[in-house]
């Protein structure tokens, strides 16, 4: 079953809930690329390829929602419920933000790859 991280989507243009979302796995990754290019069309622009992936990787991710806003997300009451994308649990800022943290958790930056590669050597080809 493995861990999930938890947010609380504060602030303004936010619902106020709390949030569950797990990593996802690399054969999950390659579903979503491949749902995002049928959701998106033979004809789709790079951007809105990328939008597609974003939508259905964000979704993909979320595992739990709160019932309704709260405080705290450490209260013992709070009542969790999955996801429903066919009603409005979540505010439009809500999902550009879950979107961004799909991003940043299934991919790497161009800082950590600058970091990783200037820590490569050559070596001998076997």
Same mark, same amino acid.
């Not at 749902?35 to 990787?57: I, P, W, Y």
């Given at each position: 079953? *493995?861990? @999930?991280?938890? %947010? @609380? %989507?504060? *602030?303004?243009? @936010?619902?106020g809930k709390g949030v569950r979302l797990r990593d996802l796995t690399e054969p999950q990754l390659s579903?979503?690329?491949?749902? /995002?290019?049928?959701? /998106? *069309?033979v004809d789709a622009t790079a951007l809105k390829l990328? !939008? /597609?992936?974003q939508k259905f990787g964000a979704q993909s991710?979320?595992?739990a929602v709160t019932? /309704?806003?709260v405080t705290s997300l450490t209260d013992a009451?709070?009542?969790?419920e999955p996801p429903d994308?066919? !009603?409005a649990q979540l505010t439009t800022r809500d999902w550009?933000? %879950?979107?961004?943290?799909?991003?940043? !958790? @299934?991919?790497a930056s161009n800082d950590e790859v600058d970091a990783i590669l200037g820590k490569a050597r050559e070596v001998p080809a076997a």
């Amino acid at each position: 079953m *493995g861990t @999930h991280i938890e %947010l @609380h %989507l504060t *602030g303004a243009g @936010h619902s106020g809930k709390g949030v569950r979302l797990r990593d996802l796995t690399e054969p999950q990754l390659s579903t979503i690329l491949e749902s /995002a290019s049928n959701d /998106a *069309g033979v004809d789709a622009t790079a951007l809105k390829l990328m !939008r /597609a992936e974003q939508k259905f990787g964000a979704q993909s991710c979320l595992v739990a929602v709160t019932a /309704a806003p709260v405080t705290s997300l450490t209260d013992a009451s709070i009542v969790w419920e999955p996801p429903d994308y066919d !009603r409005a649990q979540l505010t439009t800022r809500d999902w550009e933000l %879950l979107k961004k943290v799909y991003a940043r !958790r @299934h991919f790497a930056s161009n800082d950590e790859v600058d970091a990783i590669l200037g820590k490569a050597r050559e070596v001998p080809a076997a």
